[in-house]
């Protein structure tokens, strides 16, 4: 695949991942964010970072399929637009809903468990955000850098827990986040499982 293909399908997401964010913007300028703006904002924010990352984790199965190996570098955008979206829920919550007053936001985050789960979730996205650069990969080296970055499939557990412990009527979608998450997660472990097996034949007399 050409740069300049993989150049324009990088712009494309770039807009896409926009979309979500422009929508809020309009909303709110025309005032047509319903009756409790502040918890549109919030719920969108958090869902949108849930899909981008589940989108992220995806990569890495979609690219085995036939000509879709190009989509590993697509990865790293779309991680940092989880953390994107993250960040954004979580200025939602310091900002708009505790008003910015600093000595309630550390007892609230400890007191709501749902609240707890999806601050560890945000907190482990951020060194992987910070070691997203082609720098970072040659300073950790390959395989350190690796295991740093399995840290988004714990973020991503939070991120459903957080979503689950939140809802208090129907849970129909973070179940379904759950499930998509199971699916990536199993894979991971059956593609670790099925690349160790060939060593250990191997090291069989």
């Known amino acids: 695949m050409s740069h300049r293909y993989i150049v324009a399908v990088k712009v494309l997401v770039h807009l896409a991942?926009?979309?979500?964010?422009?929508?809020l913007l309009y909303g709110a300028y025309h005032n047509d964010l319903g009756a409790n703006p502040i918890e549109v904002i919030t719920r969108s924010t958090g869902t949108w970072t849930l899909v981008f990352l589940l989108v992220t984790l995806g990569v890495a199965p979609l690219r085995r399929l036939p000509r879709l190996h190009w989509l590993i570098r697509l990865r790293r955008l779309l991680g940092l637009w989880a953390?994107?979206?993250?960040?954004?829920?979580?200025?939602?919550?310091?900002?708009?809903d505790r008003e910015l007053i600093w000595p309630e936001?550390?007892?609230d985050i400890v007191k709501r468990p749902f609240i707890t789960v999806g601050f560890i979730g945000f907190v482990l996205l951020v060194p992987l955000a910070l070691t997203s650069t082609k720098a970072a990969v040659r300073w950790l080296t390959g395989r350190r850098w690796q295991m740093l970055h399995r840290l988004v499939y714990l973020s991503a557990i939070c991120g459903v827990i957080h979503y689950l412990w939140l809802v208090k009527a129907d849970i129909t979608q973070p179940v379904i986040y759950g499930v998509i998450l199971a699916a990536l997660l199993g894979y991971r472990l059956l593609a670790r499982l099925s690349a160790r097996a060939p060593s250990r034949l191997a090291a069989k007399p």
Not at 17 to 23: F, M, T, V
Not at 83 to 88: G, R
């Open 83 to 96: 953390f994107t979206y993250a960040c954004l829920h979580f200025t939602t919550y310091v900002w708009l």
């Open 17 to 23: 991942c926009l979309l979500p964010l422009a929508r």
């Open 105 to 107: 936001i550390p007892p």
